[in-house]
């Protein structure tokens, strides 16, 4: 699996419904939704509530299948992938950050970070190197042997960035990633992201309903009732 | 090895329930252990006796004596190889409760019949030679702190001395067991100065003890036996010397049943409570196994972590328990009077070692099933 851009395209996504079932009725959530984003870009997603921009950001993650409808990272067809490929595939290409950190909270900082590391051939002396290059990342080095239970919102929230880019992934997945956290830590961790998408060409497709966190953003689209818009719908 | 930490670190989020639930595993077999050593005290023998030995005792019952006389006729049945006899002595030494087995047996033929005893050469000719002469098994020479060369005084309220006093033996020898099981608390003494010296009885014995060529042949020869003396005054009941002290342990009762009931109900309820535990545990952090299967953690690596944990708990309660009780048996009965022959035999310490992973497999393979199967999405939604 390659998950080389095409044309500069990264996230392919063509015709994808996703439906879900509540007992006898069903639930459209994504309707022939079509998103193409750039490598190296930093796209913001937002929406009201229920509006489907989880679960369009789980279908790009491969933690969802669209009912119908294509979904390509890179050269990938995330969509024709089983269970143990996508595990793999999301192992080595995507990196989540998510609004409640999901931090594990029996672990210190630096071992939340190693997780998915375990998921490596990485010796342990690899490992740590890498651990401590991304707490160095998001400013965290001295509390690596902290608890989750003794970090704020927004150290547990970069615990959860160096988490996600410790394997160095293709993209980072990020599910409100200030949705937890005040105005000023909320910032700190935009910058956070904006660093990471400027300095290290990382892309980033950040869900947001936070019109200041998407201003960060080198582009914002706005889904509604299933649709993708380029500009906020009335 | 690498994902051991994360395995530990999760029995750690509840500590007490974690320490409650390897606290059960580790009484269940501390129980496990110490009641395998109480089977073997009480069946051992059964297991372990000798398939080419037969004993004959009366037919009515194993306090009537028979005829030192039918030694003769007995070693005359074809198959029979070797015959002594034994006489239950029944002496006591100081008070009753110093109890330990006494009898009366013939010093020549007691080795080759009794290749589970052993004793140096020096030893056993003494024996030969000393008319009041009594070996001793060291496990009751060590209670006692009798050496060779002590007088042991025995009361005998079944058997009166003609002096009219307490029997005098002087210890010639003490004998140790060539096997595990081998019974060494009891003391043994010459037959002929033990008929010689009472006061009634003289020419009657306890039991037969034969040795046959070929145990195929038992059978026919337990009948031969029990006929050459039908419609005798004192007619006999020959049996394989497994079924005679099976007989001996029935008296307490169906010993392997009441220990295998005890520890079948001790496991199922300890399998509820690891398995509850394991349950609870994965229900609790549902969104934690949706983030490991996000990051990449496969279904099948979930399962092995959550089993892994299961694992980890009966291993260290089931080794704790079972190590426990091997220490405590270790070092011998502590009640020799009345289990001899006390410690794990390995194969119940193998079995042991089986049921503690069975339990950890078990116990723990619906909850990690469970976690196997949850969709990482679902997960993540429940979580939040």
Same mark, same amino acid.
């Given at each position: 699996?390659?998950?080389?851009?095409?044309?500069?395209?990264?996230?392919?996504?063509?015709?994808?419904?996703?439906?879900?079932?509540?007992?006898?009725?069903?639930?459209?959530?994504?309707?022939?939704?079509?998103?193409?984003?750039?490598?190296?870009?930093?796209?913001?997603?937002?929406?009201?509530?229920?509006?489907?921009?989880?679960?369009?950001?789980?279908?790009?993650?491969?933690?969802?299948?669209?009912?119908?409808?294509?979904?390509?990272?890179?050269?990938?067809?995330?969509?024709?992938?089983?269970?143990?490929?996508?595990?793999?595939?999301?192992?080595?290409?995507?990196?989540?950050?998510?609004?409640?950190?999901?931090?594990?909270?029996?672990?210190?900082?630096?071992?939340?970070?190693?997780?998915?590391?375990?998921?490596?051939?990485?010796?342990?002396?690899?490992?740590?190197?890498?651990?401590?290059?991304?707490?160095?990342?998001?400013?965290?080095?001295?509390?690596?042997?902290?608890?989750?239970?003794?970090?704020?919102?927004?150290?547990?929230?970069?615990?959860?960035?160096?988490?996600?880019?410790?394997?160095?992934?293709?993209?980072?997945?990020?599910?409100?990633?200030?949705?937890?956290?005040?105005?000023?830590?909320?910032?700190?961790?935009?910058?956070?992201?904006?660093?990471?998408?400027?300095?290290?060409?990382?892309?980033?497709?950040?869900?947001?309903?936070?019109?200041?966190?998407?201003?960060?953003?080198?582009?914002?689209?706005?889904?509604?009732?299933?649709?993708?818009?380029?500009?906020?719908?009335? | 090895?690498?994902?051991?930490?994360?395995?530990?670190?999760?029995?750690?989020?509840?500590?007490?329930?974690?320490?409650?639930?390897?606290?059960?595993?580790?009484?269940?077999?501390?129980?496990?252990?110490?009641?395998?050593?109480?089977?073997?005290?009480?069946?051992?023998?059964?297991?372990?006796?000798?398939?080419?030995?037969?004993?004959?005792?009366?037919?009515?019952?194993?306090?009537?004596?028979?005829?030192?006389?039918?030694?003769?006729?007995?070693?005359?049945?074809?198959?029979?190889?070797?015959?002594?006899?034994?006489?239950?002595?029944?002496?006591?030494?100081?008070?009753?409760?110093?109890?330990?087995?006494?009898?009366?047996?013939?010093?020549?033929?007691?080795?080759?019949?009794?290749?589970?005893?052993? $004793?140096?050469?020096?030893?056993?000719?003494?024996?030969?030679?000393?008319?009041?002469?009594?070996?001793?098994?060291?496990?009751?020479?060590?209670?006692?702190?009798?050496?060779?060369?002590?007088?042991?005084?025995?009361?005998?309220?079944?058997?009166?001395?003609?002096?009219?006093?307490?029997?005098?033996?002087?210890?010639?020898?003490?004998?140790?067991?060539?096997?595990?099981?081998?019974?060494?608390?009891?003391?043994?003494?010459?037959?002929?100065?033990?008929?010689?010296?009472?006061?009634?009885?003289?020419?009657?014995?306890?039991?037969?003890?034969?040795?046959?060529?070929?145990?195929?042949?038992?059978?026919?020869?337990?009948?031969?036996?029990?006929?050459?003396?039908?419609?005798?005054?004192?007619?006999?009941?020959?049996?394989?010397?497994?079924?005679?002290?099976?007989?001996?342990?029935?008296?307490?009762?169906?010993?392997?049943?009441?220990?295998?009931?005890?520890?079948?109900?001790?496991?199922?309820?300890?399998?509820?409570?690891?398995?509850?535990?394991?349950?609870?545990?994965?229900?609790?952090?549902?969104?934690?196994?949706?983030?490991?299967?996000?990051?990449?953690?496969?279904?099948?690596?979930?399962?092995?972590?959550?089993?892994?944990?299961?694992?980890?708990?009966?291993?260290?309660?089931?080794?704790?328990?079972?190590?426990?009780?091997?220490?405590?048996?270790?070092?011998?009965?502590?009640?020799?009077? $009345?289990?001899?022959?006390?410690?794990?035999?390995?194969?119940?310490?193998?079995?042991?070692?089986?049921?503690?992973?069975?339990?950890?497999?078990?116990?723990?393979?619906?909850?990690?099933?469970?976690?196997?199967?949850?969709?990482?999405?679902?997960?993540?939604?429940?979580?939040?």
């Amino acid at each position: 699996m390659s998950t080389a851009p095409r044309n500069g395209v990264l996230v392919h996504i063509e015709g994808v419904d996703k439906t879900f079932r509540r007992g006898s009725e069903e639930i459209h959530v994504l309707s022939g939704l079509n998103l193409e984003v750039k490598a190296g870009e930093f796209l913001a997603l937002m929406g009201p509530s229920g509006s489907g921009k989880s679960t369009l950001l789980n279908l790009i993650g491969g933690l969802d299948r669209a009912t119908r409808g294509t979904v390509a990272i890179g050269g990938d067809r995330v969509d024709q992938m089983s269970d143990r490929q996508l595990a793999g595939w999301r192992a080595r290409h995507i990196g989540f950050v998510f609004q409640f950190y999901n931090l594990l909270p029996v672990l210190t900082a630096e071992s939340n970070v190693e997780l998915p590391l375990l998921l490596t051939h990485l010796s342990k002396a690899e490992r740590r190197q890498h651990v401590e290059t991304a707490l160095r990342v998001v400013g965290l080095t001295h509390r690596t042997k902290a608890y989750p239970r003794t970090l704020s919102g927004g150290e547990q929230q970069r615990v959860g960035i160096a988490r996600a880019i410790v394997t160095d992934p293709t993209i980072l997945l990020c599910d409100e990633p200030t949705g937890d956290l005040d105005r000023k830590t909320g910032d700190e961790i935009l910058s956070l992201l904006q660093a990471l998408n400027r300095e290290q060409g990382k892309t980033i497709i950040m869900v947001t309903h936070d019109p200041h966190a998407s201003h960060r953003a080198s582009r914002t689209v706005y889904l509604n009732k299933g649709q993708l818009f380029a500009e906020a719908p009335e | 090895m690498k994902f051991l930490h994360l395995v530990w670190r999760n029995l750690t989020r509840k500590k007490l329930r974690t320490i409650l639930t390897i606290g059960s595993i580790f009484v269940a077999f501390l129980l496990y252990g110490i009641l395998g050593a109480v089977k073997l005290a009480l069946v051992g023998g059964v297991e372990f006796a000798d398939a080419n030995r037969l004993v004959t005792r009366h037919r009515v019952s194993i306090i009537q004596p028979l005829p030192v006389s039918y030694q003769a006729r007995i070693a005359r049945i074809p198959g029979v190889n070797l015959v002594t006899h034994q006489s239950w002595f029944g002496g006591i030494y100081q008070d009753p409760k110093n109890f330990f087995p006494n009898m009366a047996v013939e010093p020549e033929t007691f080795w080759e019949m009794n290749p589970e005893f052993t $004793m140096p050469a020096d030893q056993k000719e003494a024996w030969q030679r000393t008319r009041t002469g009594a070996i001793v098994g060291v496990t009751t020479a060590n209670r006692f702190g009798w050496k060779i060369g002590d007088r042991i005084p025995l009361n005998a309220p079944i058997w009166p001395s003609k002096s009219g006093g307490a029997w005098e033996f002087d210890i010639v020898g003490i004998f140790e067991g060539t096997k595990k099981v081998a019974d060494t608390s009891a003391m043994y003494f010459r037959f002929d100065a033990f008929d010689e010296g009472r006061v009634y009885g003289t020419g009657q014995t306890g039991w037969f003890q034969i040795r046959v060529d070929d145990p195929q042949r038992a059978a026919a020869i337990v009948a031969a036996i029990d006929e050459e003396f039908a419609n005798s005054p004192a007619e006999t009941k020959t049996e394989p010397e497994g079924a005679f002290m099976q007989g001996f342990a029935s008296q307490v009762g169906d010993i392997g049943t009441i220990v295998t009931a005890i520890l079948g109900a001790v496991f199922f309820t300890i399998l509820l409570v690891a398995g509850n535990t394991m349950a609870q545990s994965v229900r609790e952090r549902v969104e934690e196994i949706g983030v490991l299967k996000a990051m990449g953690f496969t279904n099948g690596l979930v399962l092995a972590v959550v089993l892994g944990e299961s694992m980890l708990i009966a291993c260290v309660g089931g080794a704790i328990g079972l190590g426990l009780a091997l220490l405590a048996t270790s070092g011998g009965s502590p009640v020799p009077a $009345m289990f001899p022959v006390f410690y794990i035999p390995t194969p119940h310490a193998i079995v042991g070692v089986v049921l503690i992973v069975a339990l950890g497999v078990i116990a723990g393979v619906l909850p990690a099933v469970q976690a196997m199967r949850l969709r990482v999405a679902e997960a993540l939604r429940r979580g939040g």
